[in-house]
C-alpha cells in the first residue's frame, strides 16, 4: 500500500557527479573570466600612466621648449622617479618645479618582458628624438586594444597619440 513512500529519497551517485560535474565547469568559467579581468586592468593601469607621463611631458615642453634627455631611459626606475623642468631625476626631494612626482614602474605579469630598457623589464622606455622636438615611449600590453589600435605587445607612445610597435 505504501509503496511509492519506501523508494529511496536523496540523491543518486549519477545525479551528484552531474551537480560536480556542473560545479566545476561554473568554477572554470570564473576563474578564466578573473584572469582575462585582472589582464585588462593591468593593461588599463599601464595606459593610464603612459598618458600621464605623456601629459607630463607636454607640460615640460611647454616650460622648456624641447623635451628631456633620454636615450633608452627605464622610466619608473633608478635614474627616472620623476620629471621636474630639469629632466628626469630619481627623486623629487630637491625639485623646486616638478611636473610629475612620482613616475612609477608598470604593472608586471608574466606575459609580459619582451620590452628590454637597458637592464629593465616591463618598464616604459623613453627616447628623445629629432633634437628635442619628438619622443617616443615604448611599452608592452598584454592584450588588443582594438578600438584604439594597439596590440598585445610592444608599443609606442608619441605627442601625436600612442601606436602599435615599437617607437622608430
Known amino acids: 500500500m505504501n509503496q511509492h513512500f519506501s523508494s529511496q529519497r536523496g540523491f543518486h551517485i549519477l545525479e551528484f557527479l552531474i551537480l560536480l560535474g556542473i560545479i566545476g565547469l561554473v568554477g572554470v568559467f570564473a576563474a578564466i573570466a578573473v584572469r582575462a579581468a585582472r589582464s585588462e586592468q593591468r593593461d588599463t593601469v599601464r595606459l593610464a600612466q603612459v598618458r ?32 621636474s623642468e630639469n629632466g628626469f631625476v630619481p627623486s623629487c626631494s630637491s625639485e623646486s618645479n616638478v611636473l610629475a612626482s612620482s613616475i612609477q614602474p608598470l604593472p608586471q605579469s608574466k606575459s609580459t618582458g619582451n620590452l628590454i630598457c637597458g637592464n629593465q623589464k616591463n618598464v616604459a622606455c623613453y627616447s628623445i628624438f629629432q633634437d628635442g622636438t619628438n619622443y617616443g615611449i615604448e611599452f608592452e600590453l598584454e592584450n588588443d586594444w ?9 608599443n609606442c607612445a608619441y605627442p601625436e597619440g600612442m601606436k602599435s610597435g615599437s617607437c622608430d
Do not use: H, M, W
Open 52 to 83: 600621464q607621463i605623456q601629459l607630463s611631458l607636454e607640460d615640460f615642453f611647454i616650460v622648456r621648449n624641447t623635451y628631456p634627455n633620454g636615450e633608452r631611459l627605464a622610466l619608473g626606475v633608478d635614474q627616472a622617479r620623476c620629471l
Open 146 to 154: 582594438k578600438l584604439i589600435g594597439l596590440k598585445k605587445g610592444i
